[in-house]
Structure formats: C-alpha cells, structure tokens
C-alpha cells in the first residue's frame, strides 16, 4: 500500500497533459481512480490559458493517445514473442494500466523518466497489487545513452526478445542530436523492434488557418519551460534518422482522430494537425 490517499502534487506541466485528457482517463474504472490519486491543480493556470486559444485542445491529447494505445495492443497481439514495451520519459502517463490486461510473464512494461518513478511504483503497488509484478519504473536521463543501454539491456538480452519503444511527448523537449544517439542505441538492443515516435511537425506543414494555435502555444510552453527550442520532425527526417533498416508507417491527426472517432470533426486534413506520429518497425517475425 502507498501508506497515504493525498493526492500526489503533480507538476504544472505534467498536470496539463493529464487535465487535456481527464475525459478520456476519467471514466474507465483503473484510470479514473488513478486519476484521482493525482493533484493535478498545478496545470489549471496554464489550461485556462490554453483553452482561450483552442478550446477543443484535448481532442489532440485524447486522439494522440489513444492511437498509441491501439496501437501497442495491436502490436502485442500480432506476436507470440516475449515483448518488453519501454515508455520513455513517461511522466505520470497511465499507458501501463490501459495494458494491464496483456501483462503477463511474457509481456513486461517499463517506464522510465528522471523522477516520480518511485512514486509510480507505490501507486501502481496499490492499484494492481497482482499485476504490477510485471512493471518496472526506472529513475534515469534518457539522454545519457550508455545508462539507457545498460538498463534495457538487462531486459531484452535475447534476440527472441520484442522491443516496443514509445516516444509520447518526449520528441519535442530532445535535441536532434540526442534523439539520434538513443535512436542508434535502440537499435543496437534487438533485432524484432518497433518505435512508436509521436511529434510535432515544422510549421511550414501546418495549415495557415491552423498555425496559431501550435505557434501560442508552444512558444508559451518553450517561455515558460526556459527551453531554447521545440523539436519538430517531418516525415522524411524520421526515416533518414532511423535508417533504412526500419520500415516506417505515418499518421497525421486526421488519421489518428478517424481511427478513435470514425469521423474528421477537428481534423479534416493532415495540415490541419500538427502532432503526428511515425510507428517504426523492423524484424517483425512471430
């Protein structure tokens, strides 16, 4: 048991993310109570002003996430493979309790981030005592790439083992050259692979109409993070920095919002998106 109920404060950032998507969280049992295991009131400043400049913000969370969910599960399911799924820079994000039903001895979860994993294991302790067996949380700068070598070695030491990698949110706050270091050291781990690499894409992709929204409110986000920079990555640069040896699949917003909704509502062409996600695969053998 984590030995207290008081929600666990949440940075203001972090709590952003998770208020966007506290609709798609909130009504399904294991989530919901999650959800309210957390103090997400850090984030409501910075959502009040984000909603002023585009009030349907969460349909871009919600359709982001749920289109890696599906997809992960796809993944597991089209494989008879011990699979290690590995979400880098997880934050508080609740992938692992959406999967909790293919959790098993042979499909493991691992999440790692520079802190809260400590606190994600005792949440996670309380919610799945059966099952959280099967999830690791790791404390570590993903950046540092001999360290993220070291660590995922020691999980998928055999070539009969299935890596799916996500990037959720993470492709952003990186620089190019890091991102190219853990891509190459990803690589290097196992054979039977997939990255799942969520983005933002350069603004000359983005719809004219469109181009305020993502200009406001990164540029707020990169202020106020004391960032220099958001990393933003086009189809074409994900292929060249993964290499050849991946083949790769690419979904725009509309694609994802089709795929939860059955319907183009918000997002009626790729340019009228600007977070898209390349899903990377190589030596996809049963």
Same mark, same amino acid.
């Given at each position: 048991?984590?030995?207290?109920?008081?929600?666990?404060?949440?940075?203001?950032?972090?709590?952003?993310?998770?208020?966007?998507?506290?609709?798609?969280?909130?009504?399904?049992?294991?989530?919901?109570?999650?959800?309210?295991?957390?103090?997400?009131?850090?984030?409501?400043?910075?959502?009040?002003?984000?909603?002023?400049?585009?009030?349907?913000?969460?349909?871009?969370?919600?359709?982001?996430?749920?289109?890696?969910?599906?997809?992960?599960?796809?993944?597991?399911?089209?494989?008879?493979?011990?699979?290690?799924?590995?979400?880098?820079?997880?934050?508080?994000?609740?992938?692992?309790? !959406?999967?909790?039903? +293919?959790?098993?001895? &042979?499909?493991?979860?691992?999440?790692? /981030?520079?802190?809260? #994993? =400590? *606190?994600? %294991?005792?949440?996670?302790?309380?919610?799945?005592?059966?099952?959280?067996?099967?999830?690791?949380?790791?404390?570590?700068?993903?950046?540092?790439?001999?360290?993220?070598?070291?660590?995922?070695?020691?999980?998928?030491?055999?070539?009969?083992?299935?890596?799916?990698?996500?990037?959720?949110?993470?492709?952003?706050?990186?620089?190019?050259?890091?991102?190219?270091?853990?891509?190459?050291?990803?690589?290097?781990?196992?054979?039977?692979?997939?990255?799942?690499?969520?983005?933002?894409?350069?603004?000359?992709?983005?719809? !004219?109409?469109?181009? +305020?929204?993502?200009? &406001?409110?990164?540029?707020?986000?990169? /202020?106020?993070?004391? #960032? =220099? *920079?958001? %990393?933003?990555?086009?189809?074409?640069?994900?292929?060249?920095?993964?290499?050849?040896?991946?083949?790769?699949?690419?979904?725009?917003?509309?694609?994802?919002?089709?795929?939860?909704?059955?319907?183009?509502?918000?997002?009626?062409?790729?340019?009228?998106?600007?977070?898209?996600?390349?899903?990377?695969?190589?030596?996809?053998?049963?």
């Amino acid at each position: 048991m984590t030995g207290s109920r008081d929600p666990y404060p949440v940075s203001d950032t972090a709590a952003l993310v998770m208020l966007w998507a506290s609709g798609y969280y909130a009504n399904k049992p294991l989530t919901g109570t999650y959800l309210g295991r957390l103090d997400l009131s850090a984030g409501q400043m910075l959502l009040d002003r984000y909603h002023e400049i585009c009030p349907w913000y969460p349909e871009v969370i919600i359709n982001r996430k749920h289109f890696i969910r599906s997809n992960v599960e796809d993944l597991i399911r089209n494989s008879n493979k011990e699979t290690v799924i590995v979400n880098l820079g997880a934050g508080f994000s609740p992938l692992a309790l !959406e999967l909790v039903p +293919f959790l098993s001895d &042979r499909v493991r979860f691992i999440e790692m /981030d520079l802190r809260n #994993m =400590d *606190r994600k %294991t005792r949440l996670y302790s309380d919610l799945i005592p059966d099952q959280c067996r099967f999830i690791s949380c790791i404390e570590a700068d993903i950046g540092d790439t001999a360290c993220l070598d070291e660590t995922l070695a020691g999980f998928t030491g055999t070539e009969k083992t299935r890596l799916i990698v996500v990037m959720e949110g993470l492709t952003y706050y990186i620089g190019r050259p890091v991102m190219e270091r853990v891509l190459a050291c990803l690589s290097g781990l196992t054979r039977d692979q997939h990255i799942i690499f969520e983005h933002l894409k350069p603004c000359r992709l983005v719809s !004219e109409e469109r181009k +305020f929204i993502p200009y &406001r409110i990164f540029s707020h986000v990169r /202020d106020y993070t004391a #960032m =220099d *920079r958001m %990393t933003t990555y086009s189809d074409d640069e994900i292929r060249r920095i993964i290499g050849p040896a991946f083949t790769c699949s690419y979904s725009d917003m509309d694609k994802m919002e089709k795929r939860r909704t059955g319907t183009n509502t918000y997002f009626p062409t790729p340019e009228s998106g600007w977070l898209s996600c390349a899903i990377a695969s190589r030596g996809t053998g049963k």
